[in-house]
């Protein structure tokens, strides 16, 4: 594993800014942020974690935050006013000048070789650190992403602005990081700054933790509350045209109560550790439409070792080769659910598919984590 602190040779200090917390990793971003940071960690980088507490702080949450980093700072949020812009956020909109004074304190006081700031809105902190390596994880794809939404009939919400106004977050990094490969294509049309992929999967569980036998269900999605995936299950419902398949439906997607589940899916709306849902269900289920990003559902169904039927969608970026991996829409992965009931040949082959899937691609995130480690490496 390269990336390492030699005999006599300091570590590279970073310091890692989000508006997200790292614990628990109960969505996406969140597994995103910890996997990252305990992956430069293991490659012998010291890093730090500044919180800008945007979705609140719980004692257990922050004892688990102080317990995980080599250091926490946390940042009270301002509230976020007006659009700067007609219908779109500014740039800087979501981003309190009190946090930049911050992270130049921090900056001050201990000289980070880098920071690494998570989500394009957040950029402003790198023009508050012009003598460290400057990097931006950019999560997903923000410019234009309202008109992506209002294509799929969603409305749009969270973080949305013009491509021009991404663009000039991406020119604040010294290093911008796509999630996956195709969105990198188009980051690098929105600045001319480097751009490097690393993408996201979790420790593959299948490989050390022993399965359970006999899954109280067959299928099963887990997702969080966001308008995206509750279009998804809506297309699901939608896709079973009356012949529903028995499934179970988990997590905080539950929570919306306009979700209407005329299937009427068995429900686990708690899930405090992942393993609980994937240790329920035999095959997992991302009837994704549309979006962008990688999809980390699908990526944590994948370490888990469970066979995974999804959308072209639902594996954007992955080196998928199966059918089952690649439904045309939702409607065909609901024709897939029925030959997995009626093929053992089919269920046998999805989960050899999935599972070399998991292996190929942790092959290639962990070869990326390796050449970001020594990037910083040379830092110091």
Wanted: aromatic share 8%; net charge neutral.
């Amino acid at each position: 594993m390269s990336g390492a602190a030699g005999p006599g040779r300091r570590a590279p200090r970073l310091l890692v800014v989000s508006p997200i917390p790292s614990h628990p990793a109960d969505q996406g971003n969140s597994a995103r942020i910890q996997a990252l940071g305990a992956a430069l960690m293991q490659r012998g980088v010291v890093c730090e974690f500044l919180y800008y507490a945007t979705e609140g702080l719980v004692p257990p949450q922050r004892a688990a935050m102080a317990g995980f980093w080599h250091a926490l700072h946390v940042e009270p949020p301002v509230p976020t006013g007006r659009m700067s812009h007609p219908g779109l956020w500014g740039l800087d909109d979501w981003c309190a000048p009190a946090l930049l004074r911050r992270v130049a304190e921090l900056q001050r006081a201990w000289r980070y070789d880098a920071v690494l700031v998570n989500y394009v809105w957040m950029s402003a902190v790198l023009e508050a650190v012009p003598g460290c390596f400057r990097i931006l994880d950019t999560h997903d794809l923000f410019g234009d992403r309202h008109l992506a939404a209002r294509a799929l009939g969603i409305d749009p919400s969270w973080f949305f602005t013009s491509a021009a106004e991404e663009g000039r977050g991406l020119d604040r990094a010294d290093l911008v990081l796509g999630i996956q490969a195709e969105e990198a294509e188009v980051l690098r049309t929105r600045t001319a700054r480097p751009v490097a992929v690393v993408g996201h999967m979790p420790p593959l569980r299948f490989l050390t933790v022993p399965e359970r036998a006999a899954p109280r269900h067959r299928f099963g999605y887990l997702g969080s509350a966001n308008p995206w995936n509750a279009a998804s299950v809506a297309a699901l419902e939608a896709g079973f045209g009356g012949r529903p398949l028995p499934w179970l439906i988990a997590g905080r997607i539950l929570r919306r109560p306009e979700l209407l589940l005329p299937s009427n899916p068995a429900r686990l709306p708690e899930v405090a550790d992942v393993a609980e849902f994937y240790d329920a269900v035999e095959c997992v289920l991302n009837p994704m439409t549309g979006g962008t990003g990688l999809k980390i559902k699908t990526v944590e169904a994948l370490a888990h070792g469970r066979p995974v039927l999804g959308t072209r969608d639902a594996f954007a970026g992955l080196p998928a080769e199966h059918p089952g991996h690649a439904a045309p829409d939702v409607a065909a992965m609901v024709g897939l659910m029925r030959e997995y009931l009626a093929s053992l040949e089919f269920r046998h082959g999805l989960r050899r598919a999935s599972r070399l899937l998991a292996l190929r691609y942790a092959a290639e995130v962990a070869e990326a984590q390796d050449a970001l480690a020594a990037r910083l490496q040379e830092l110091v």
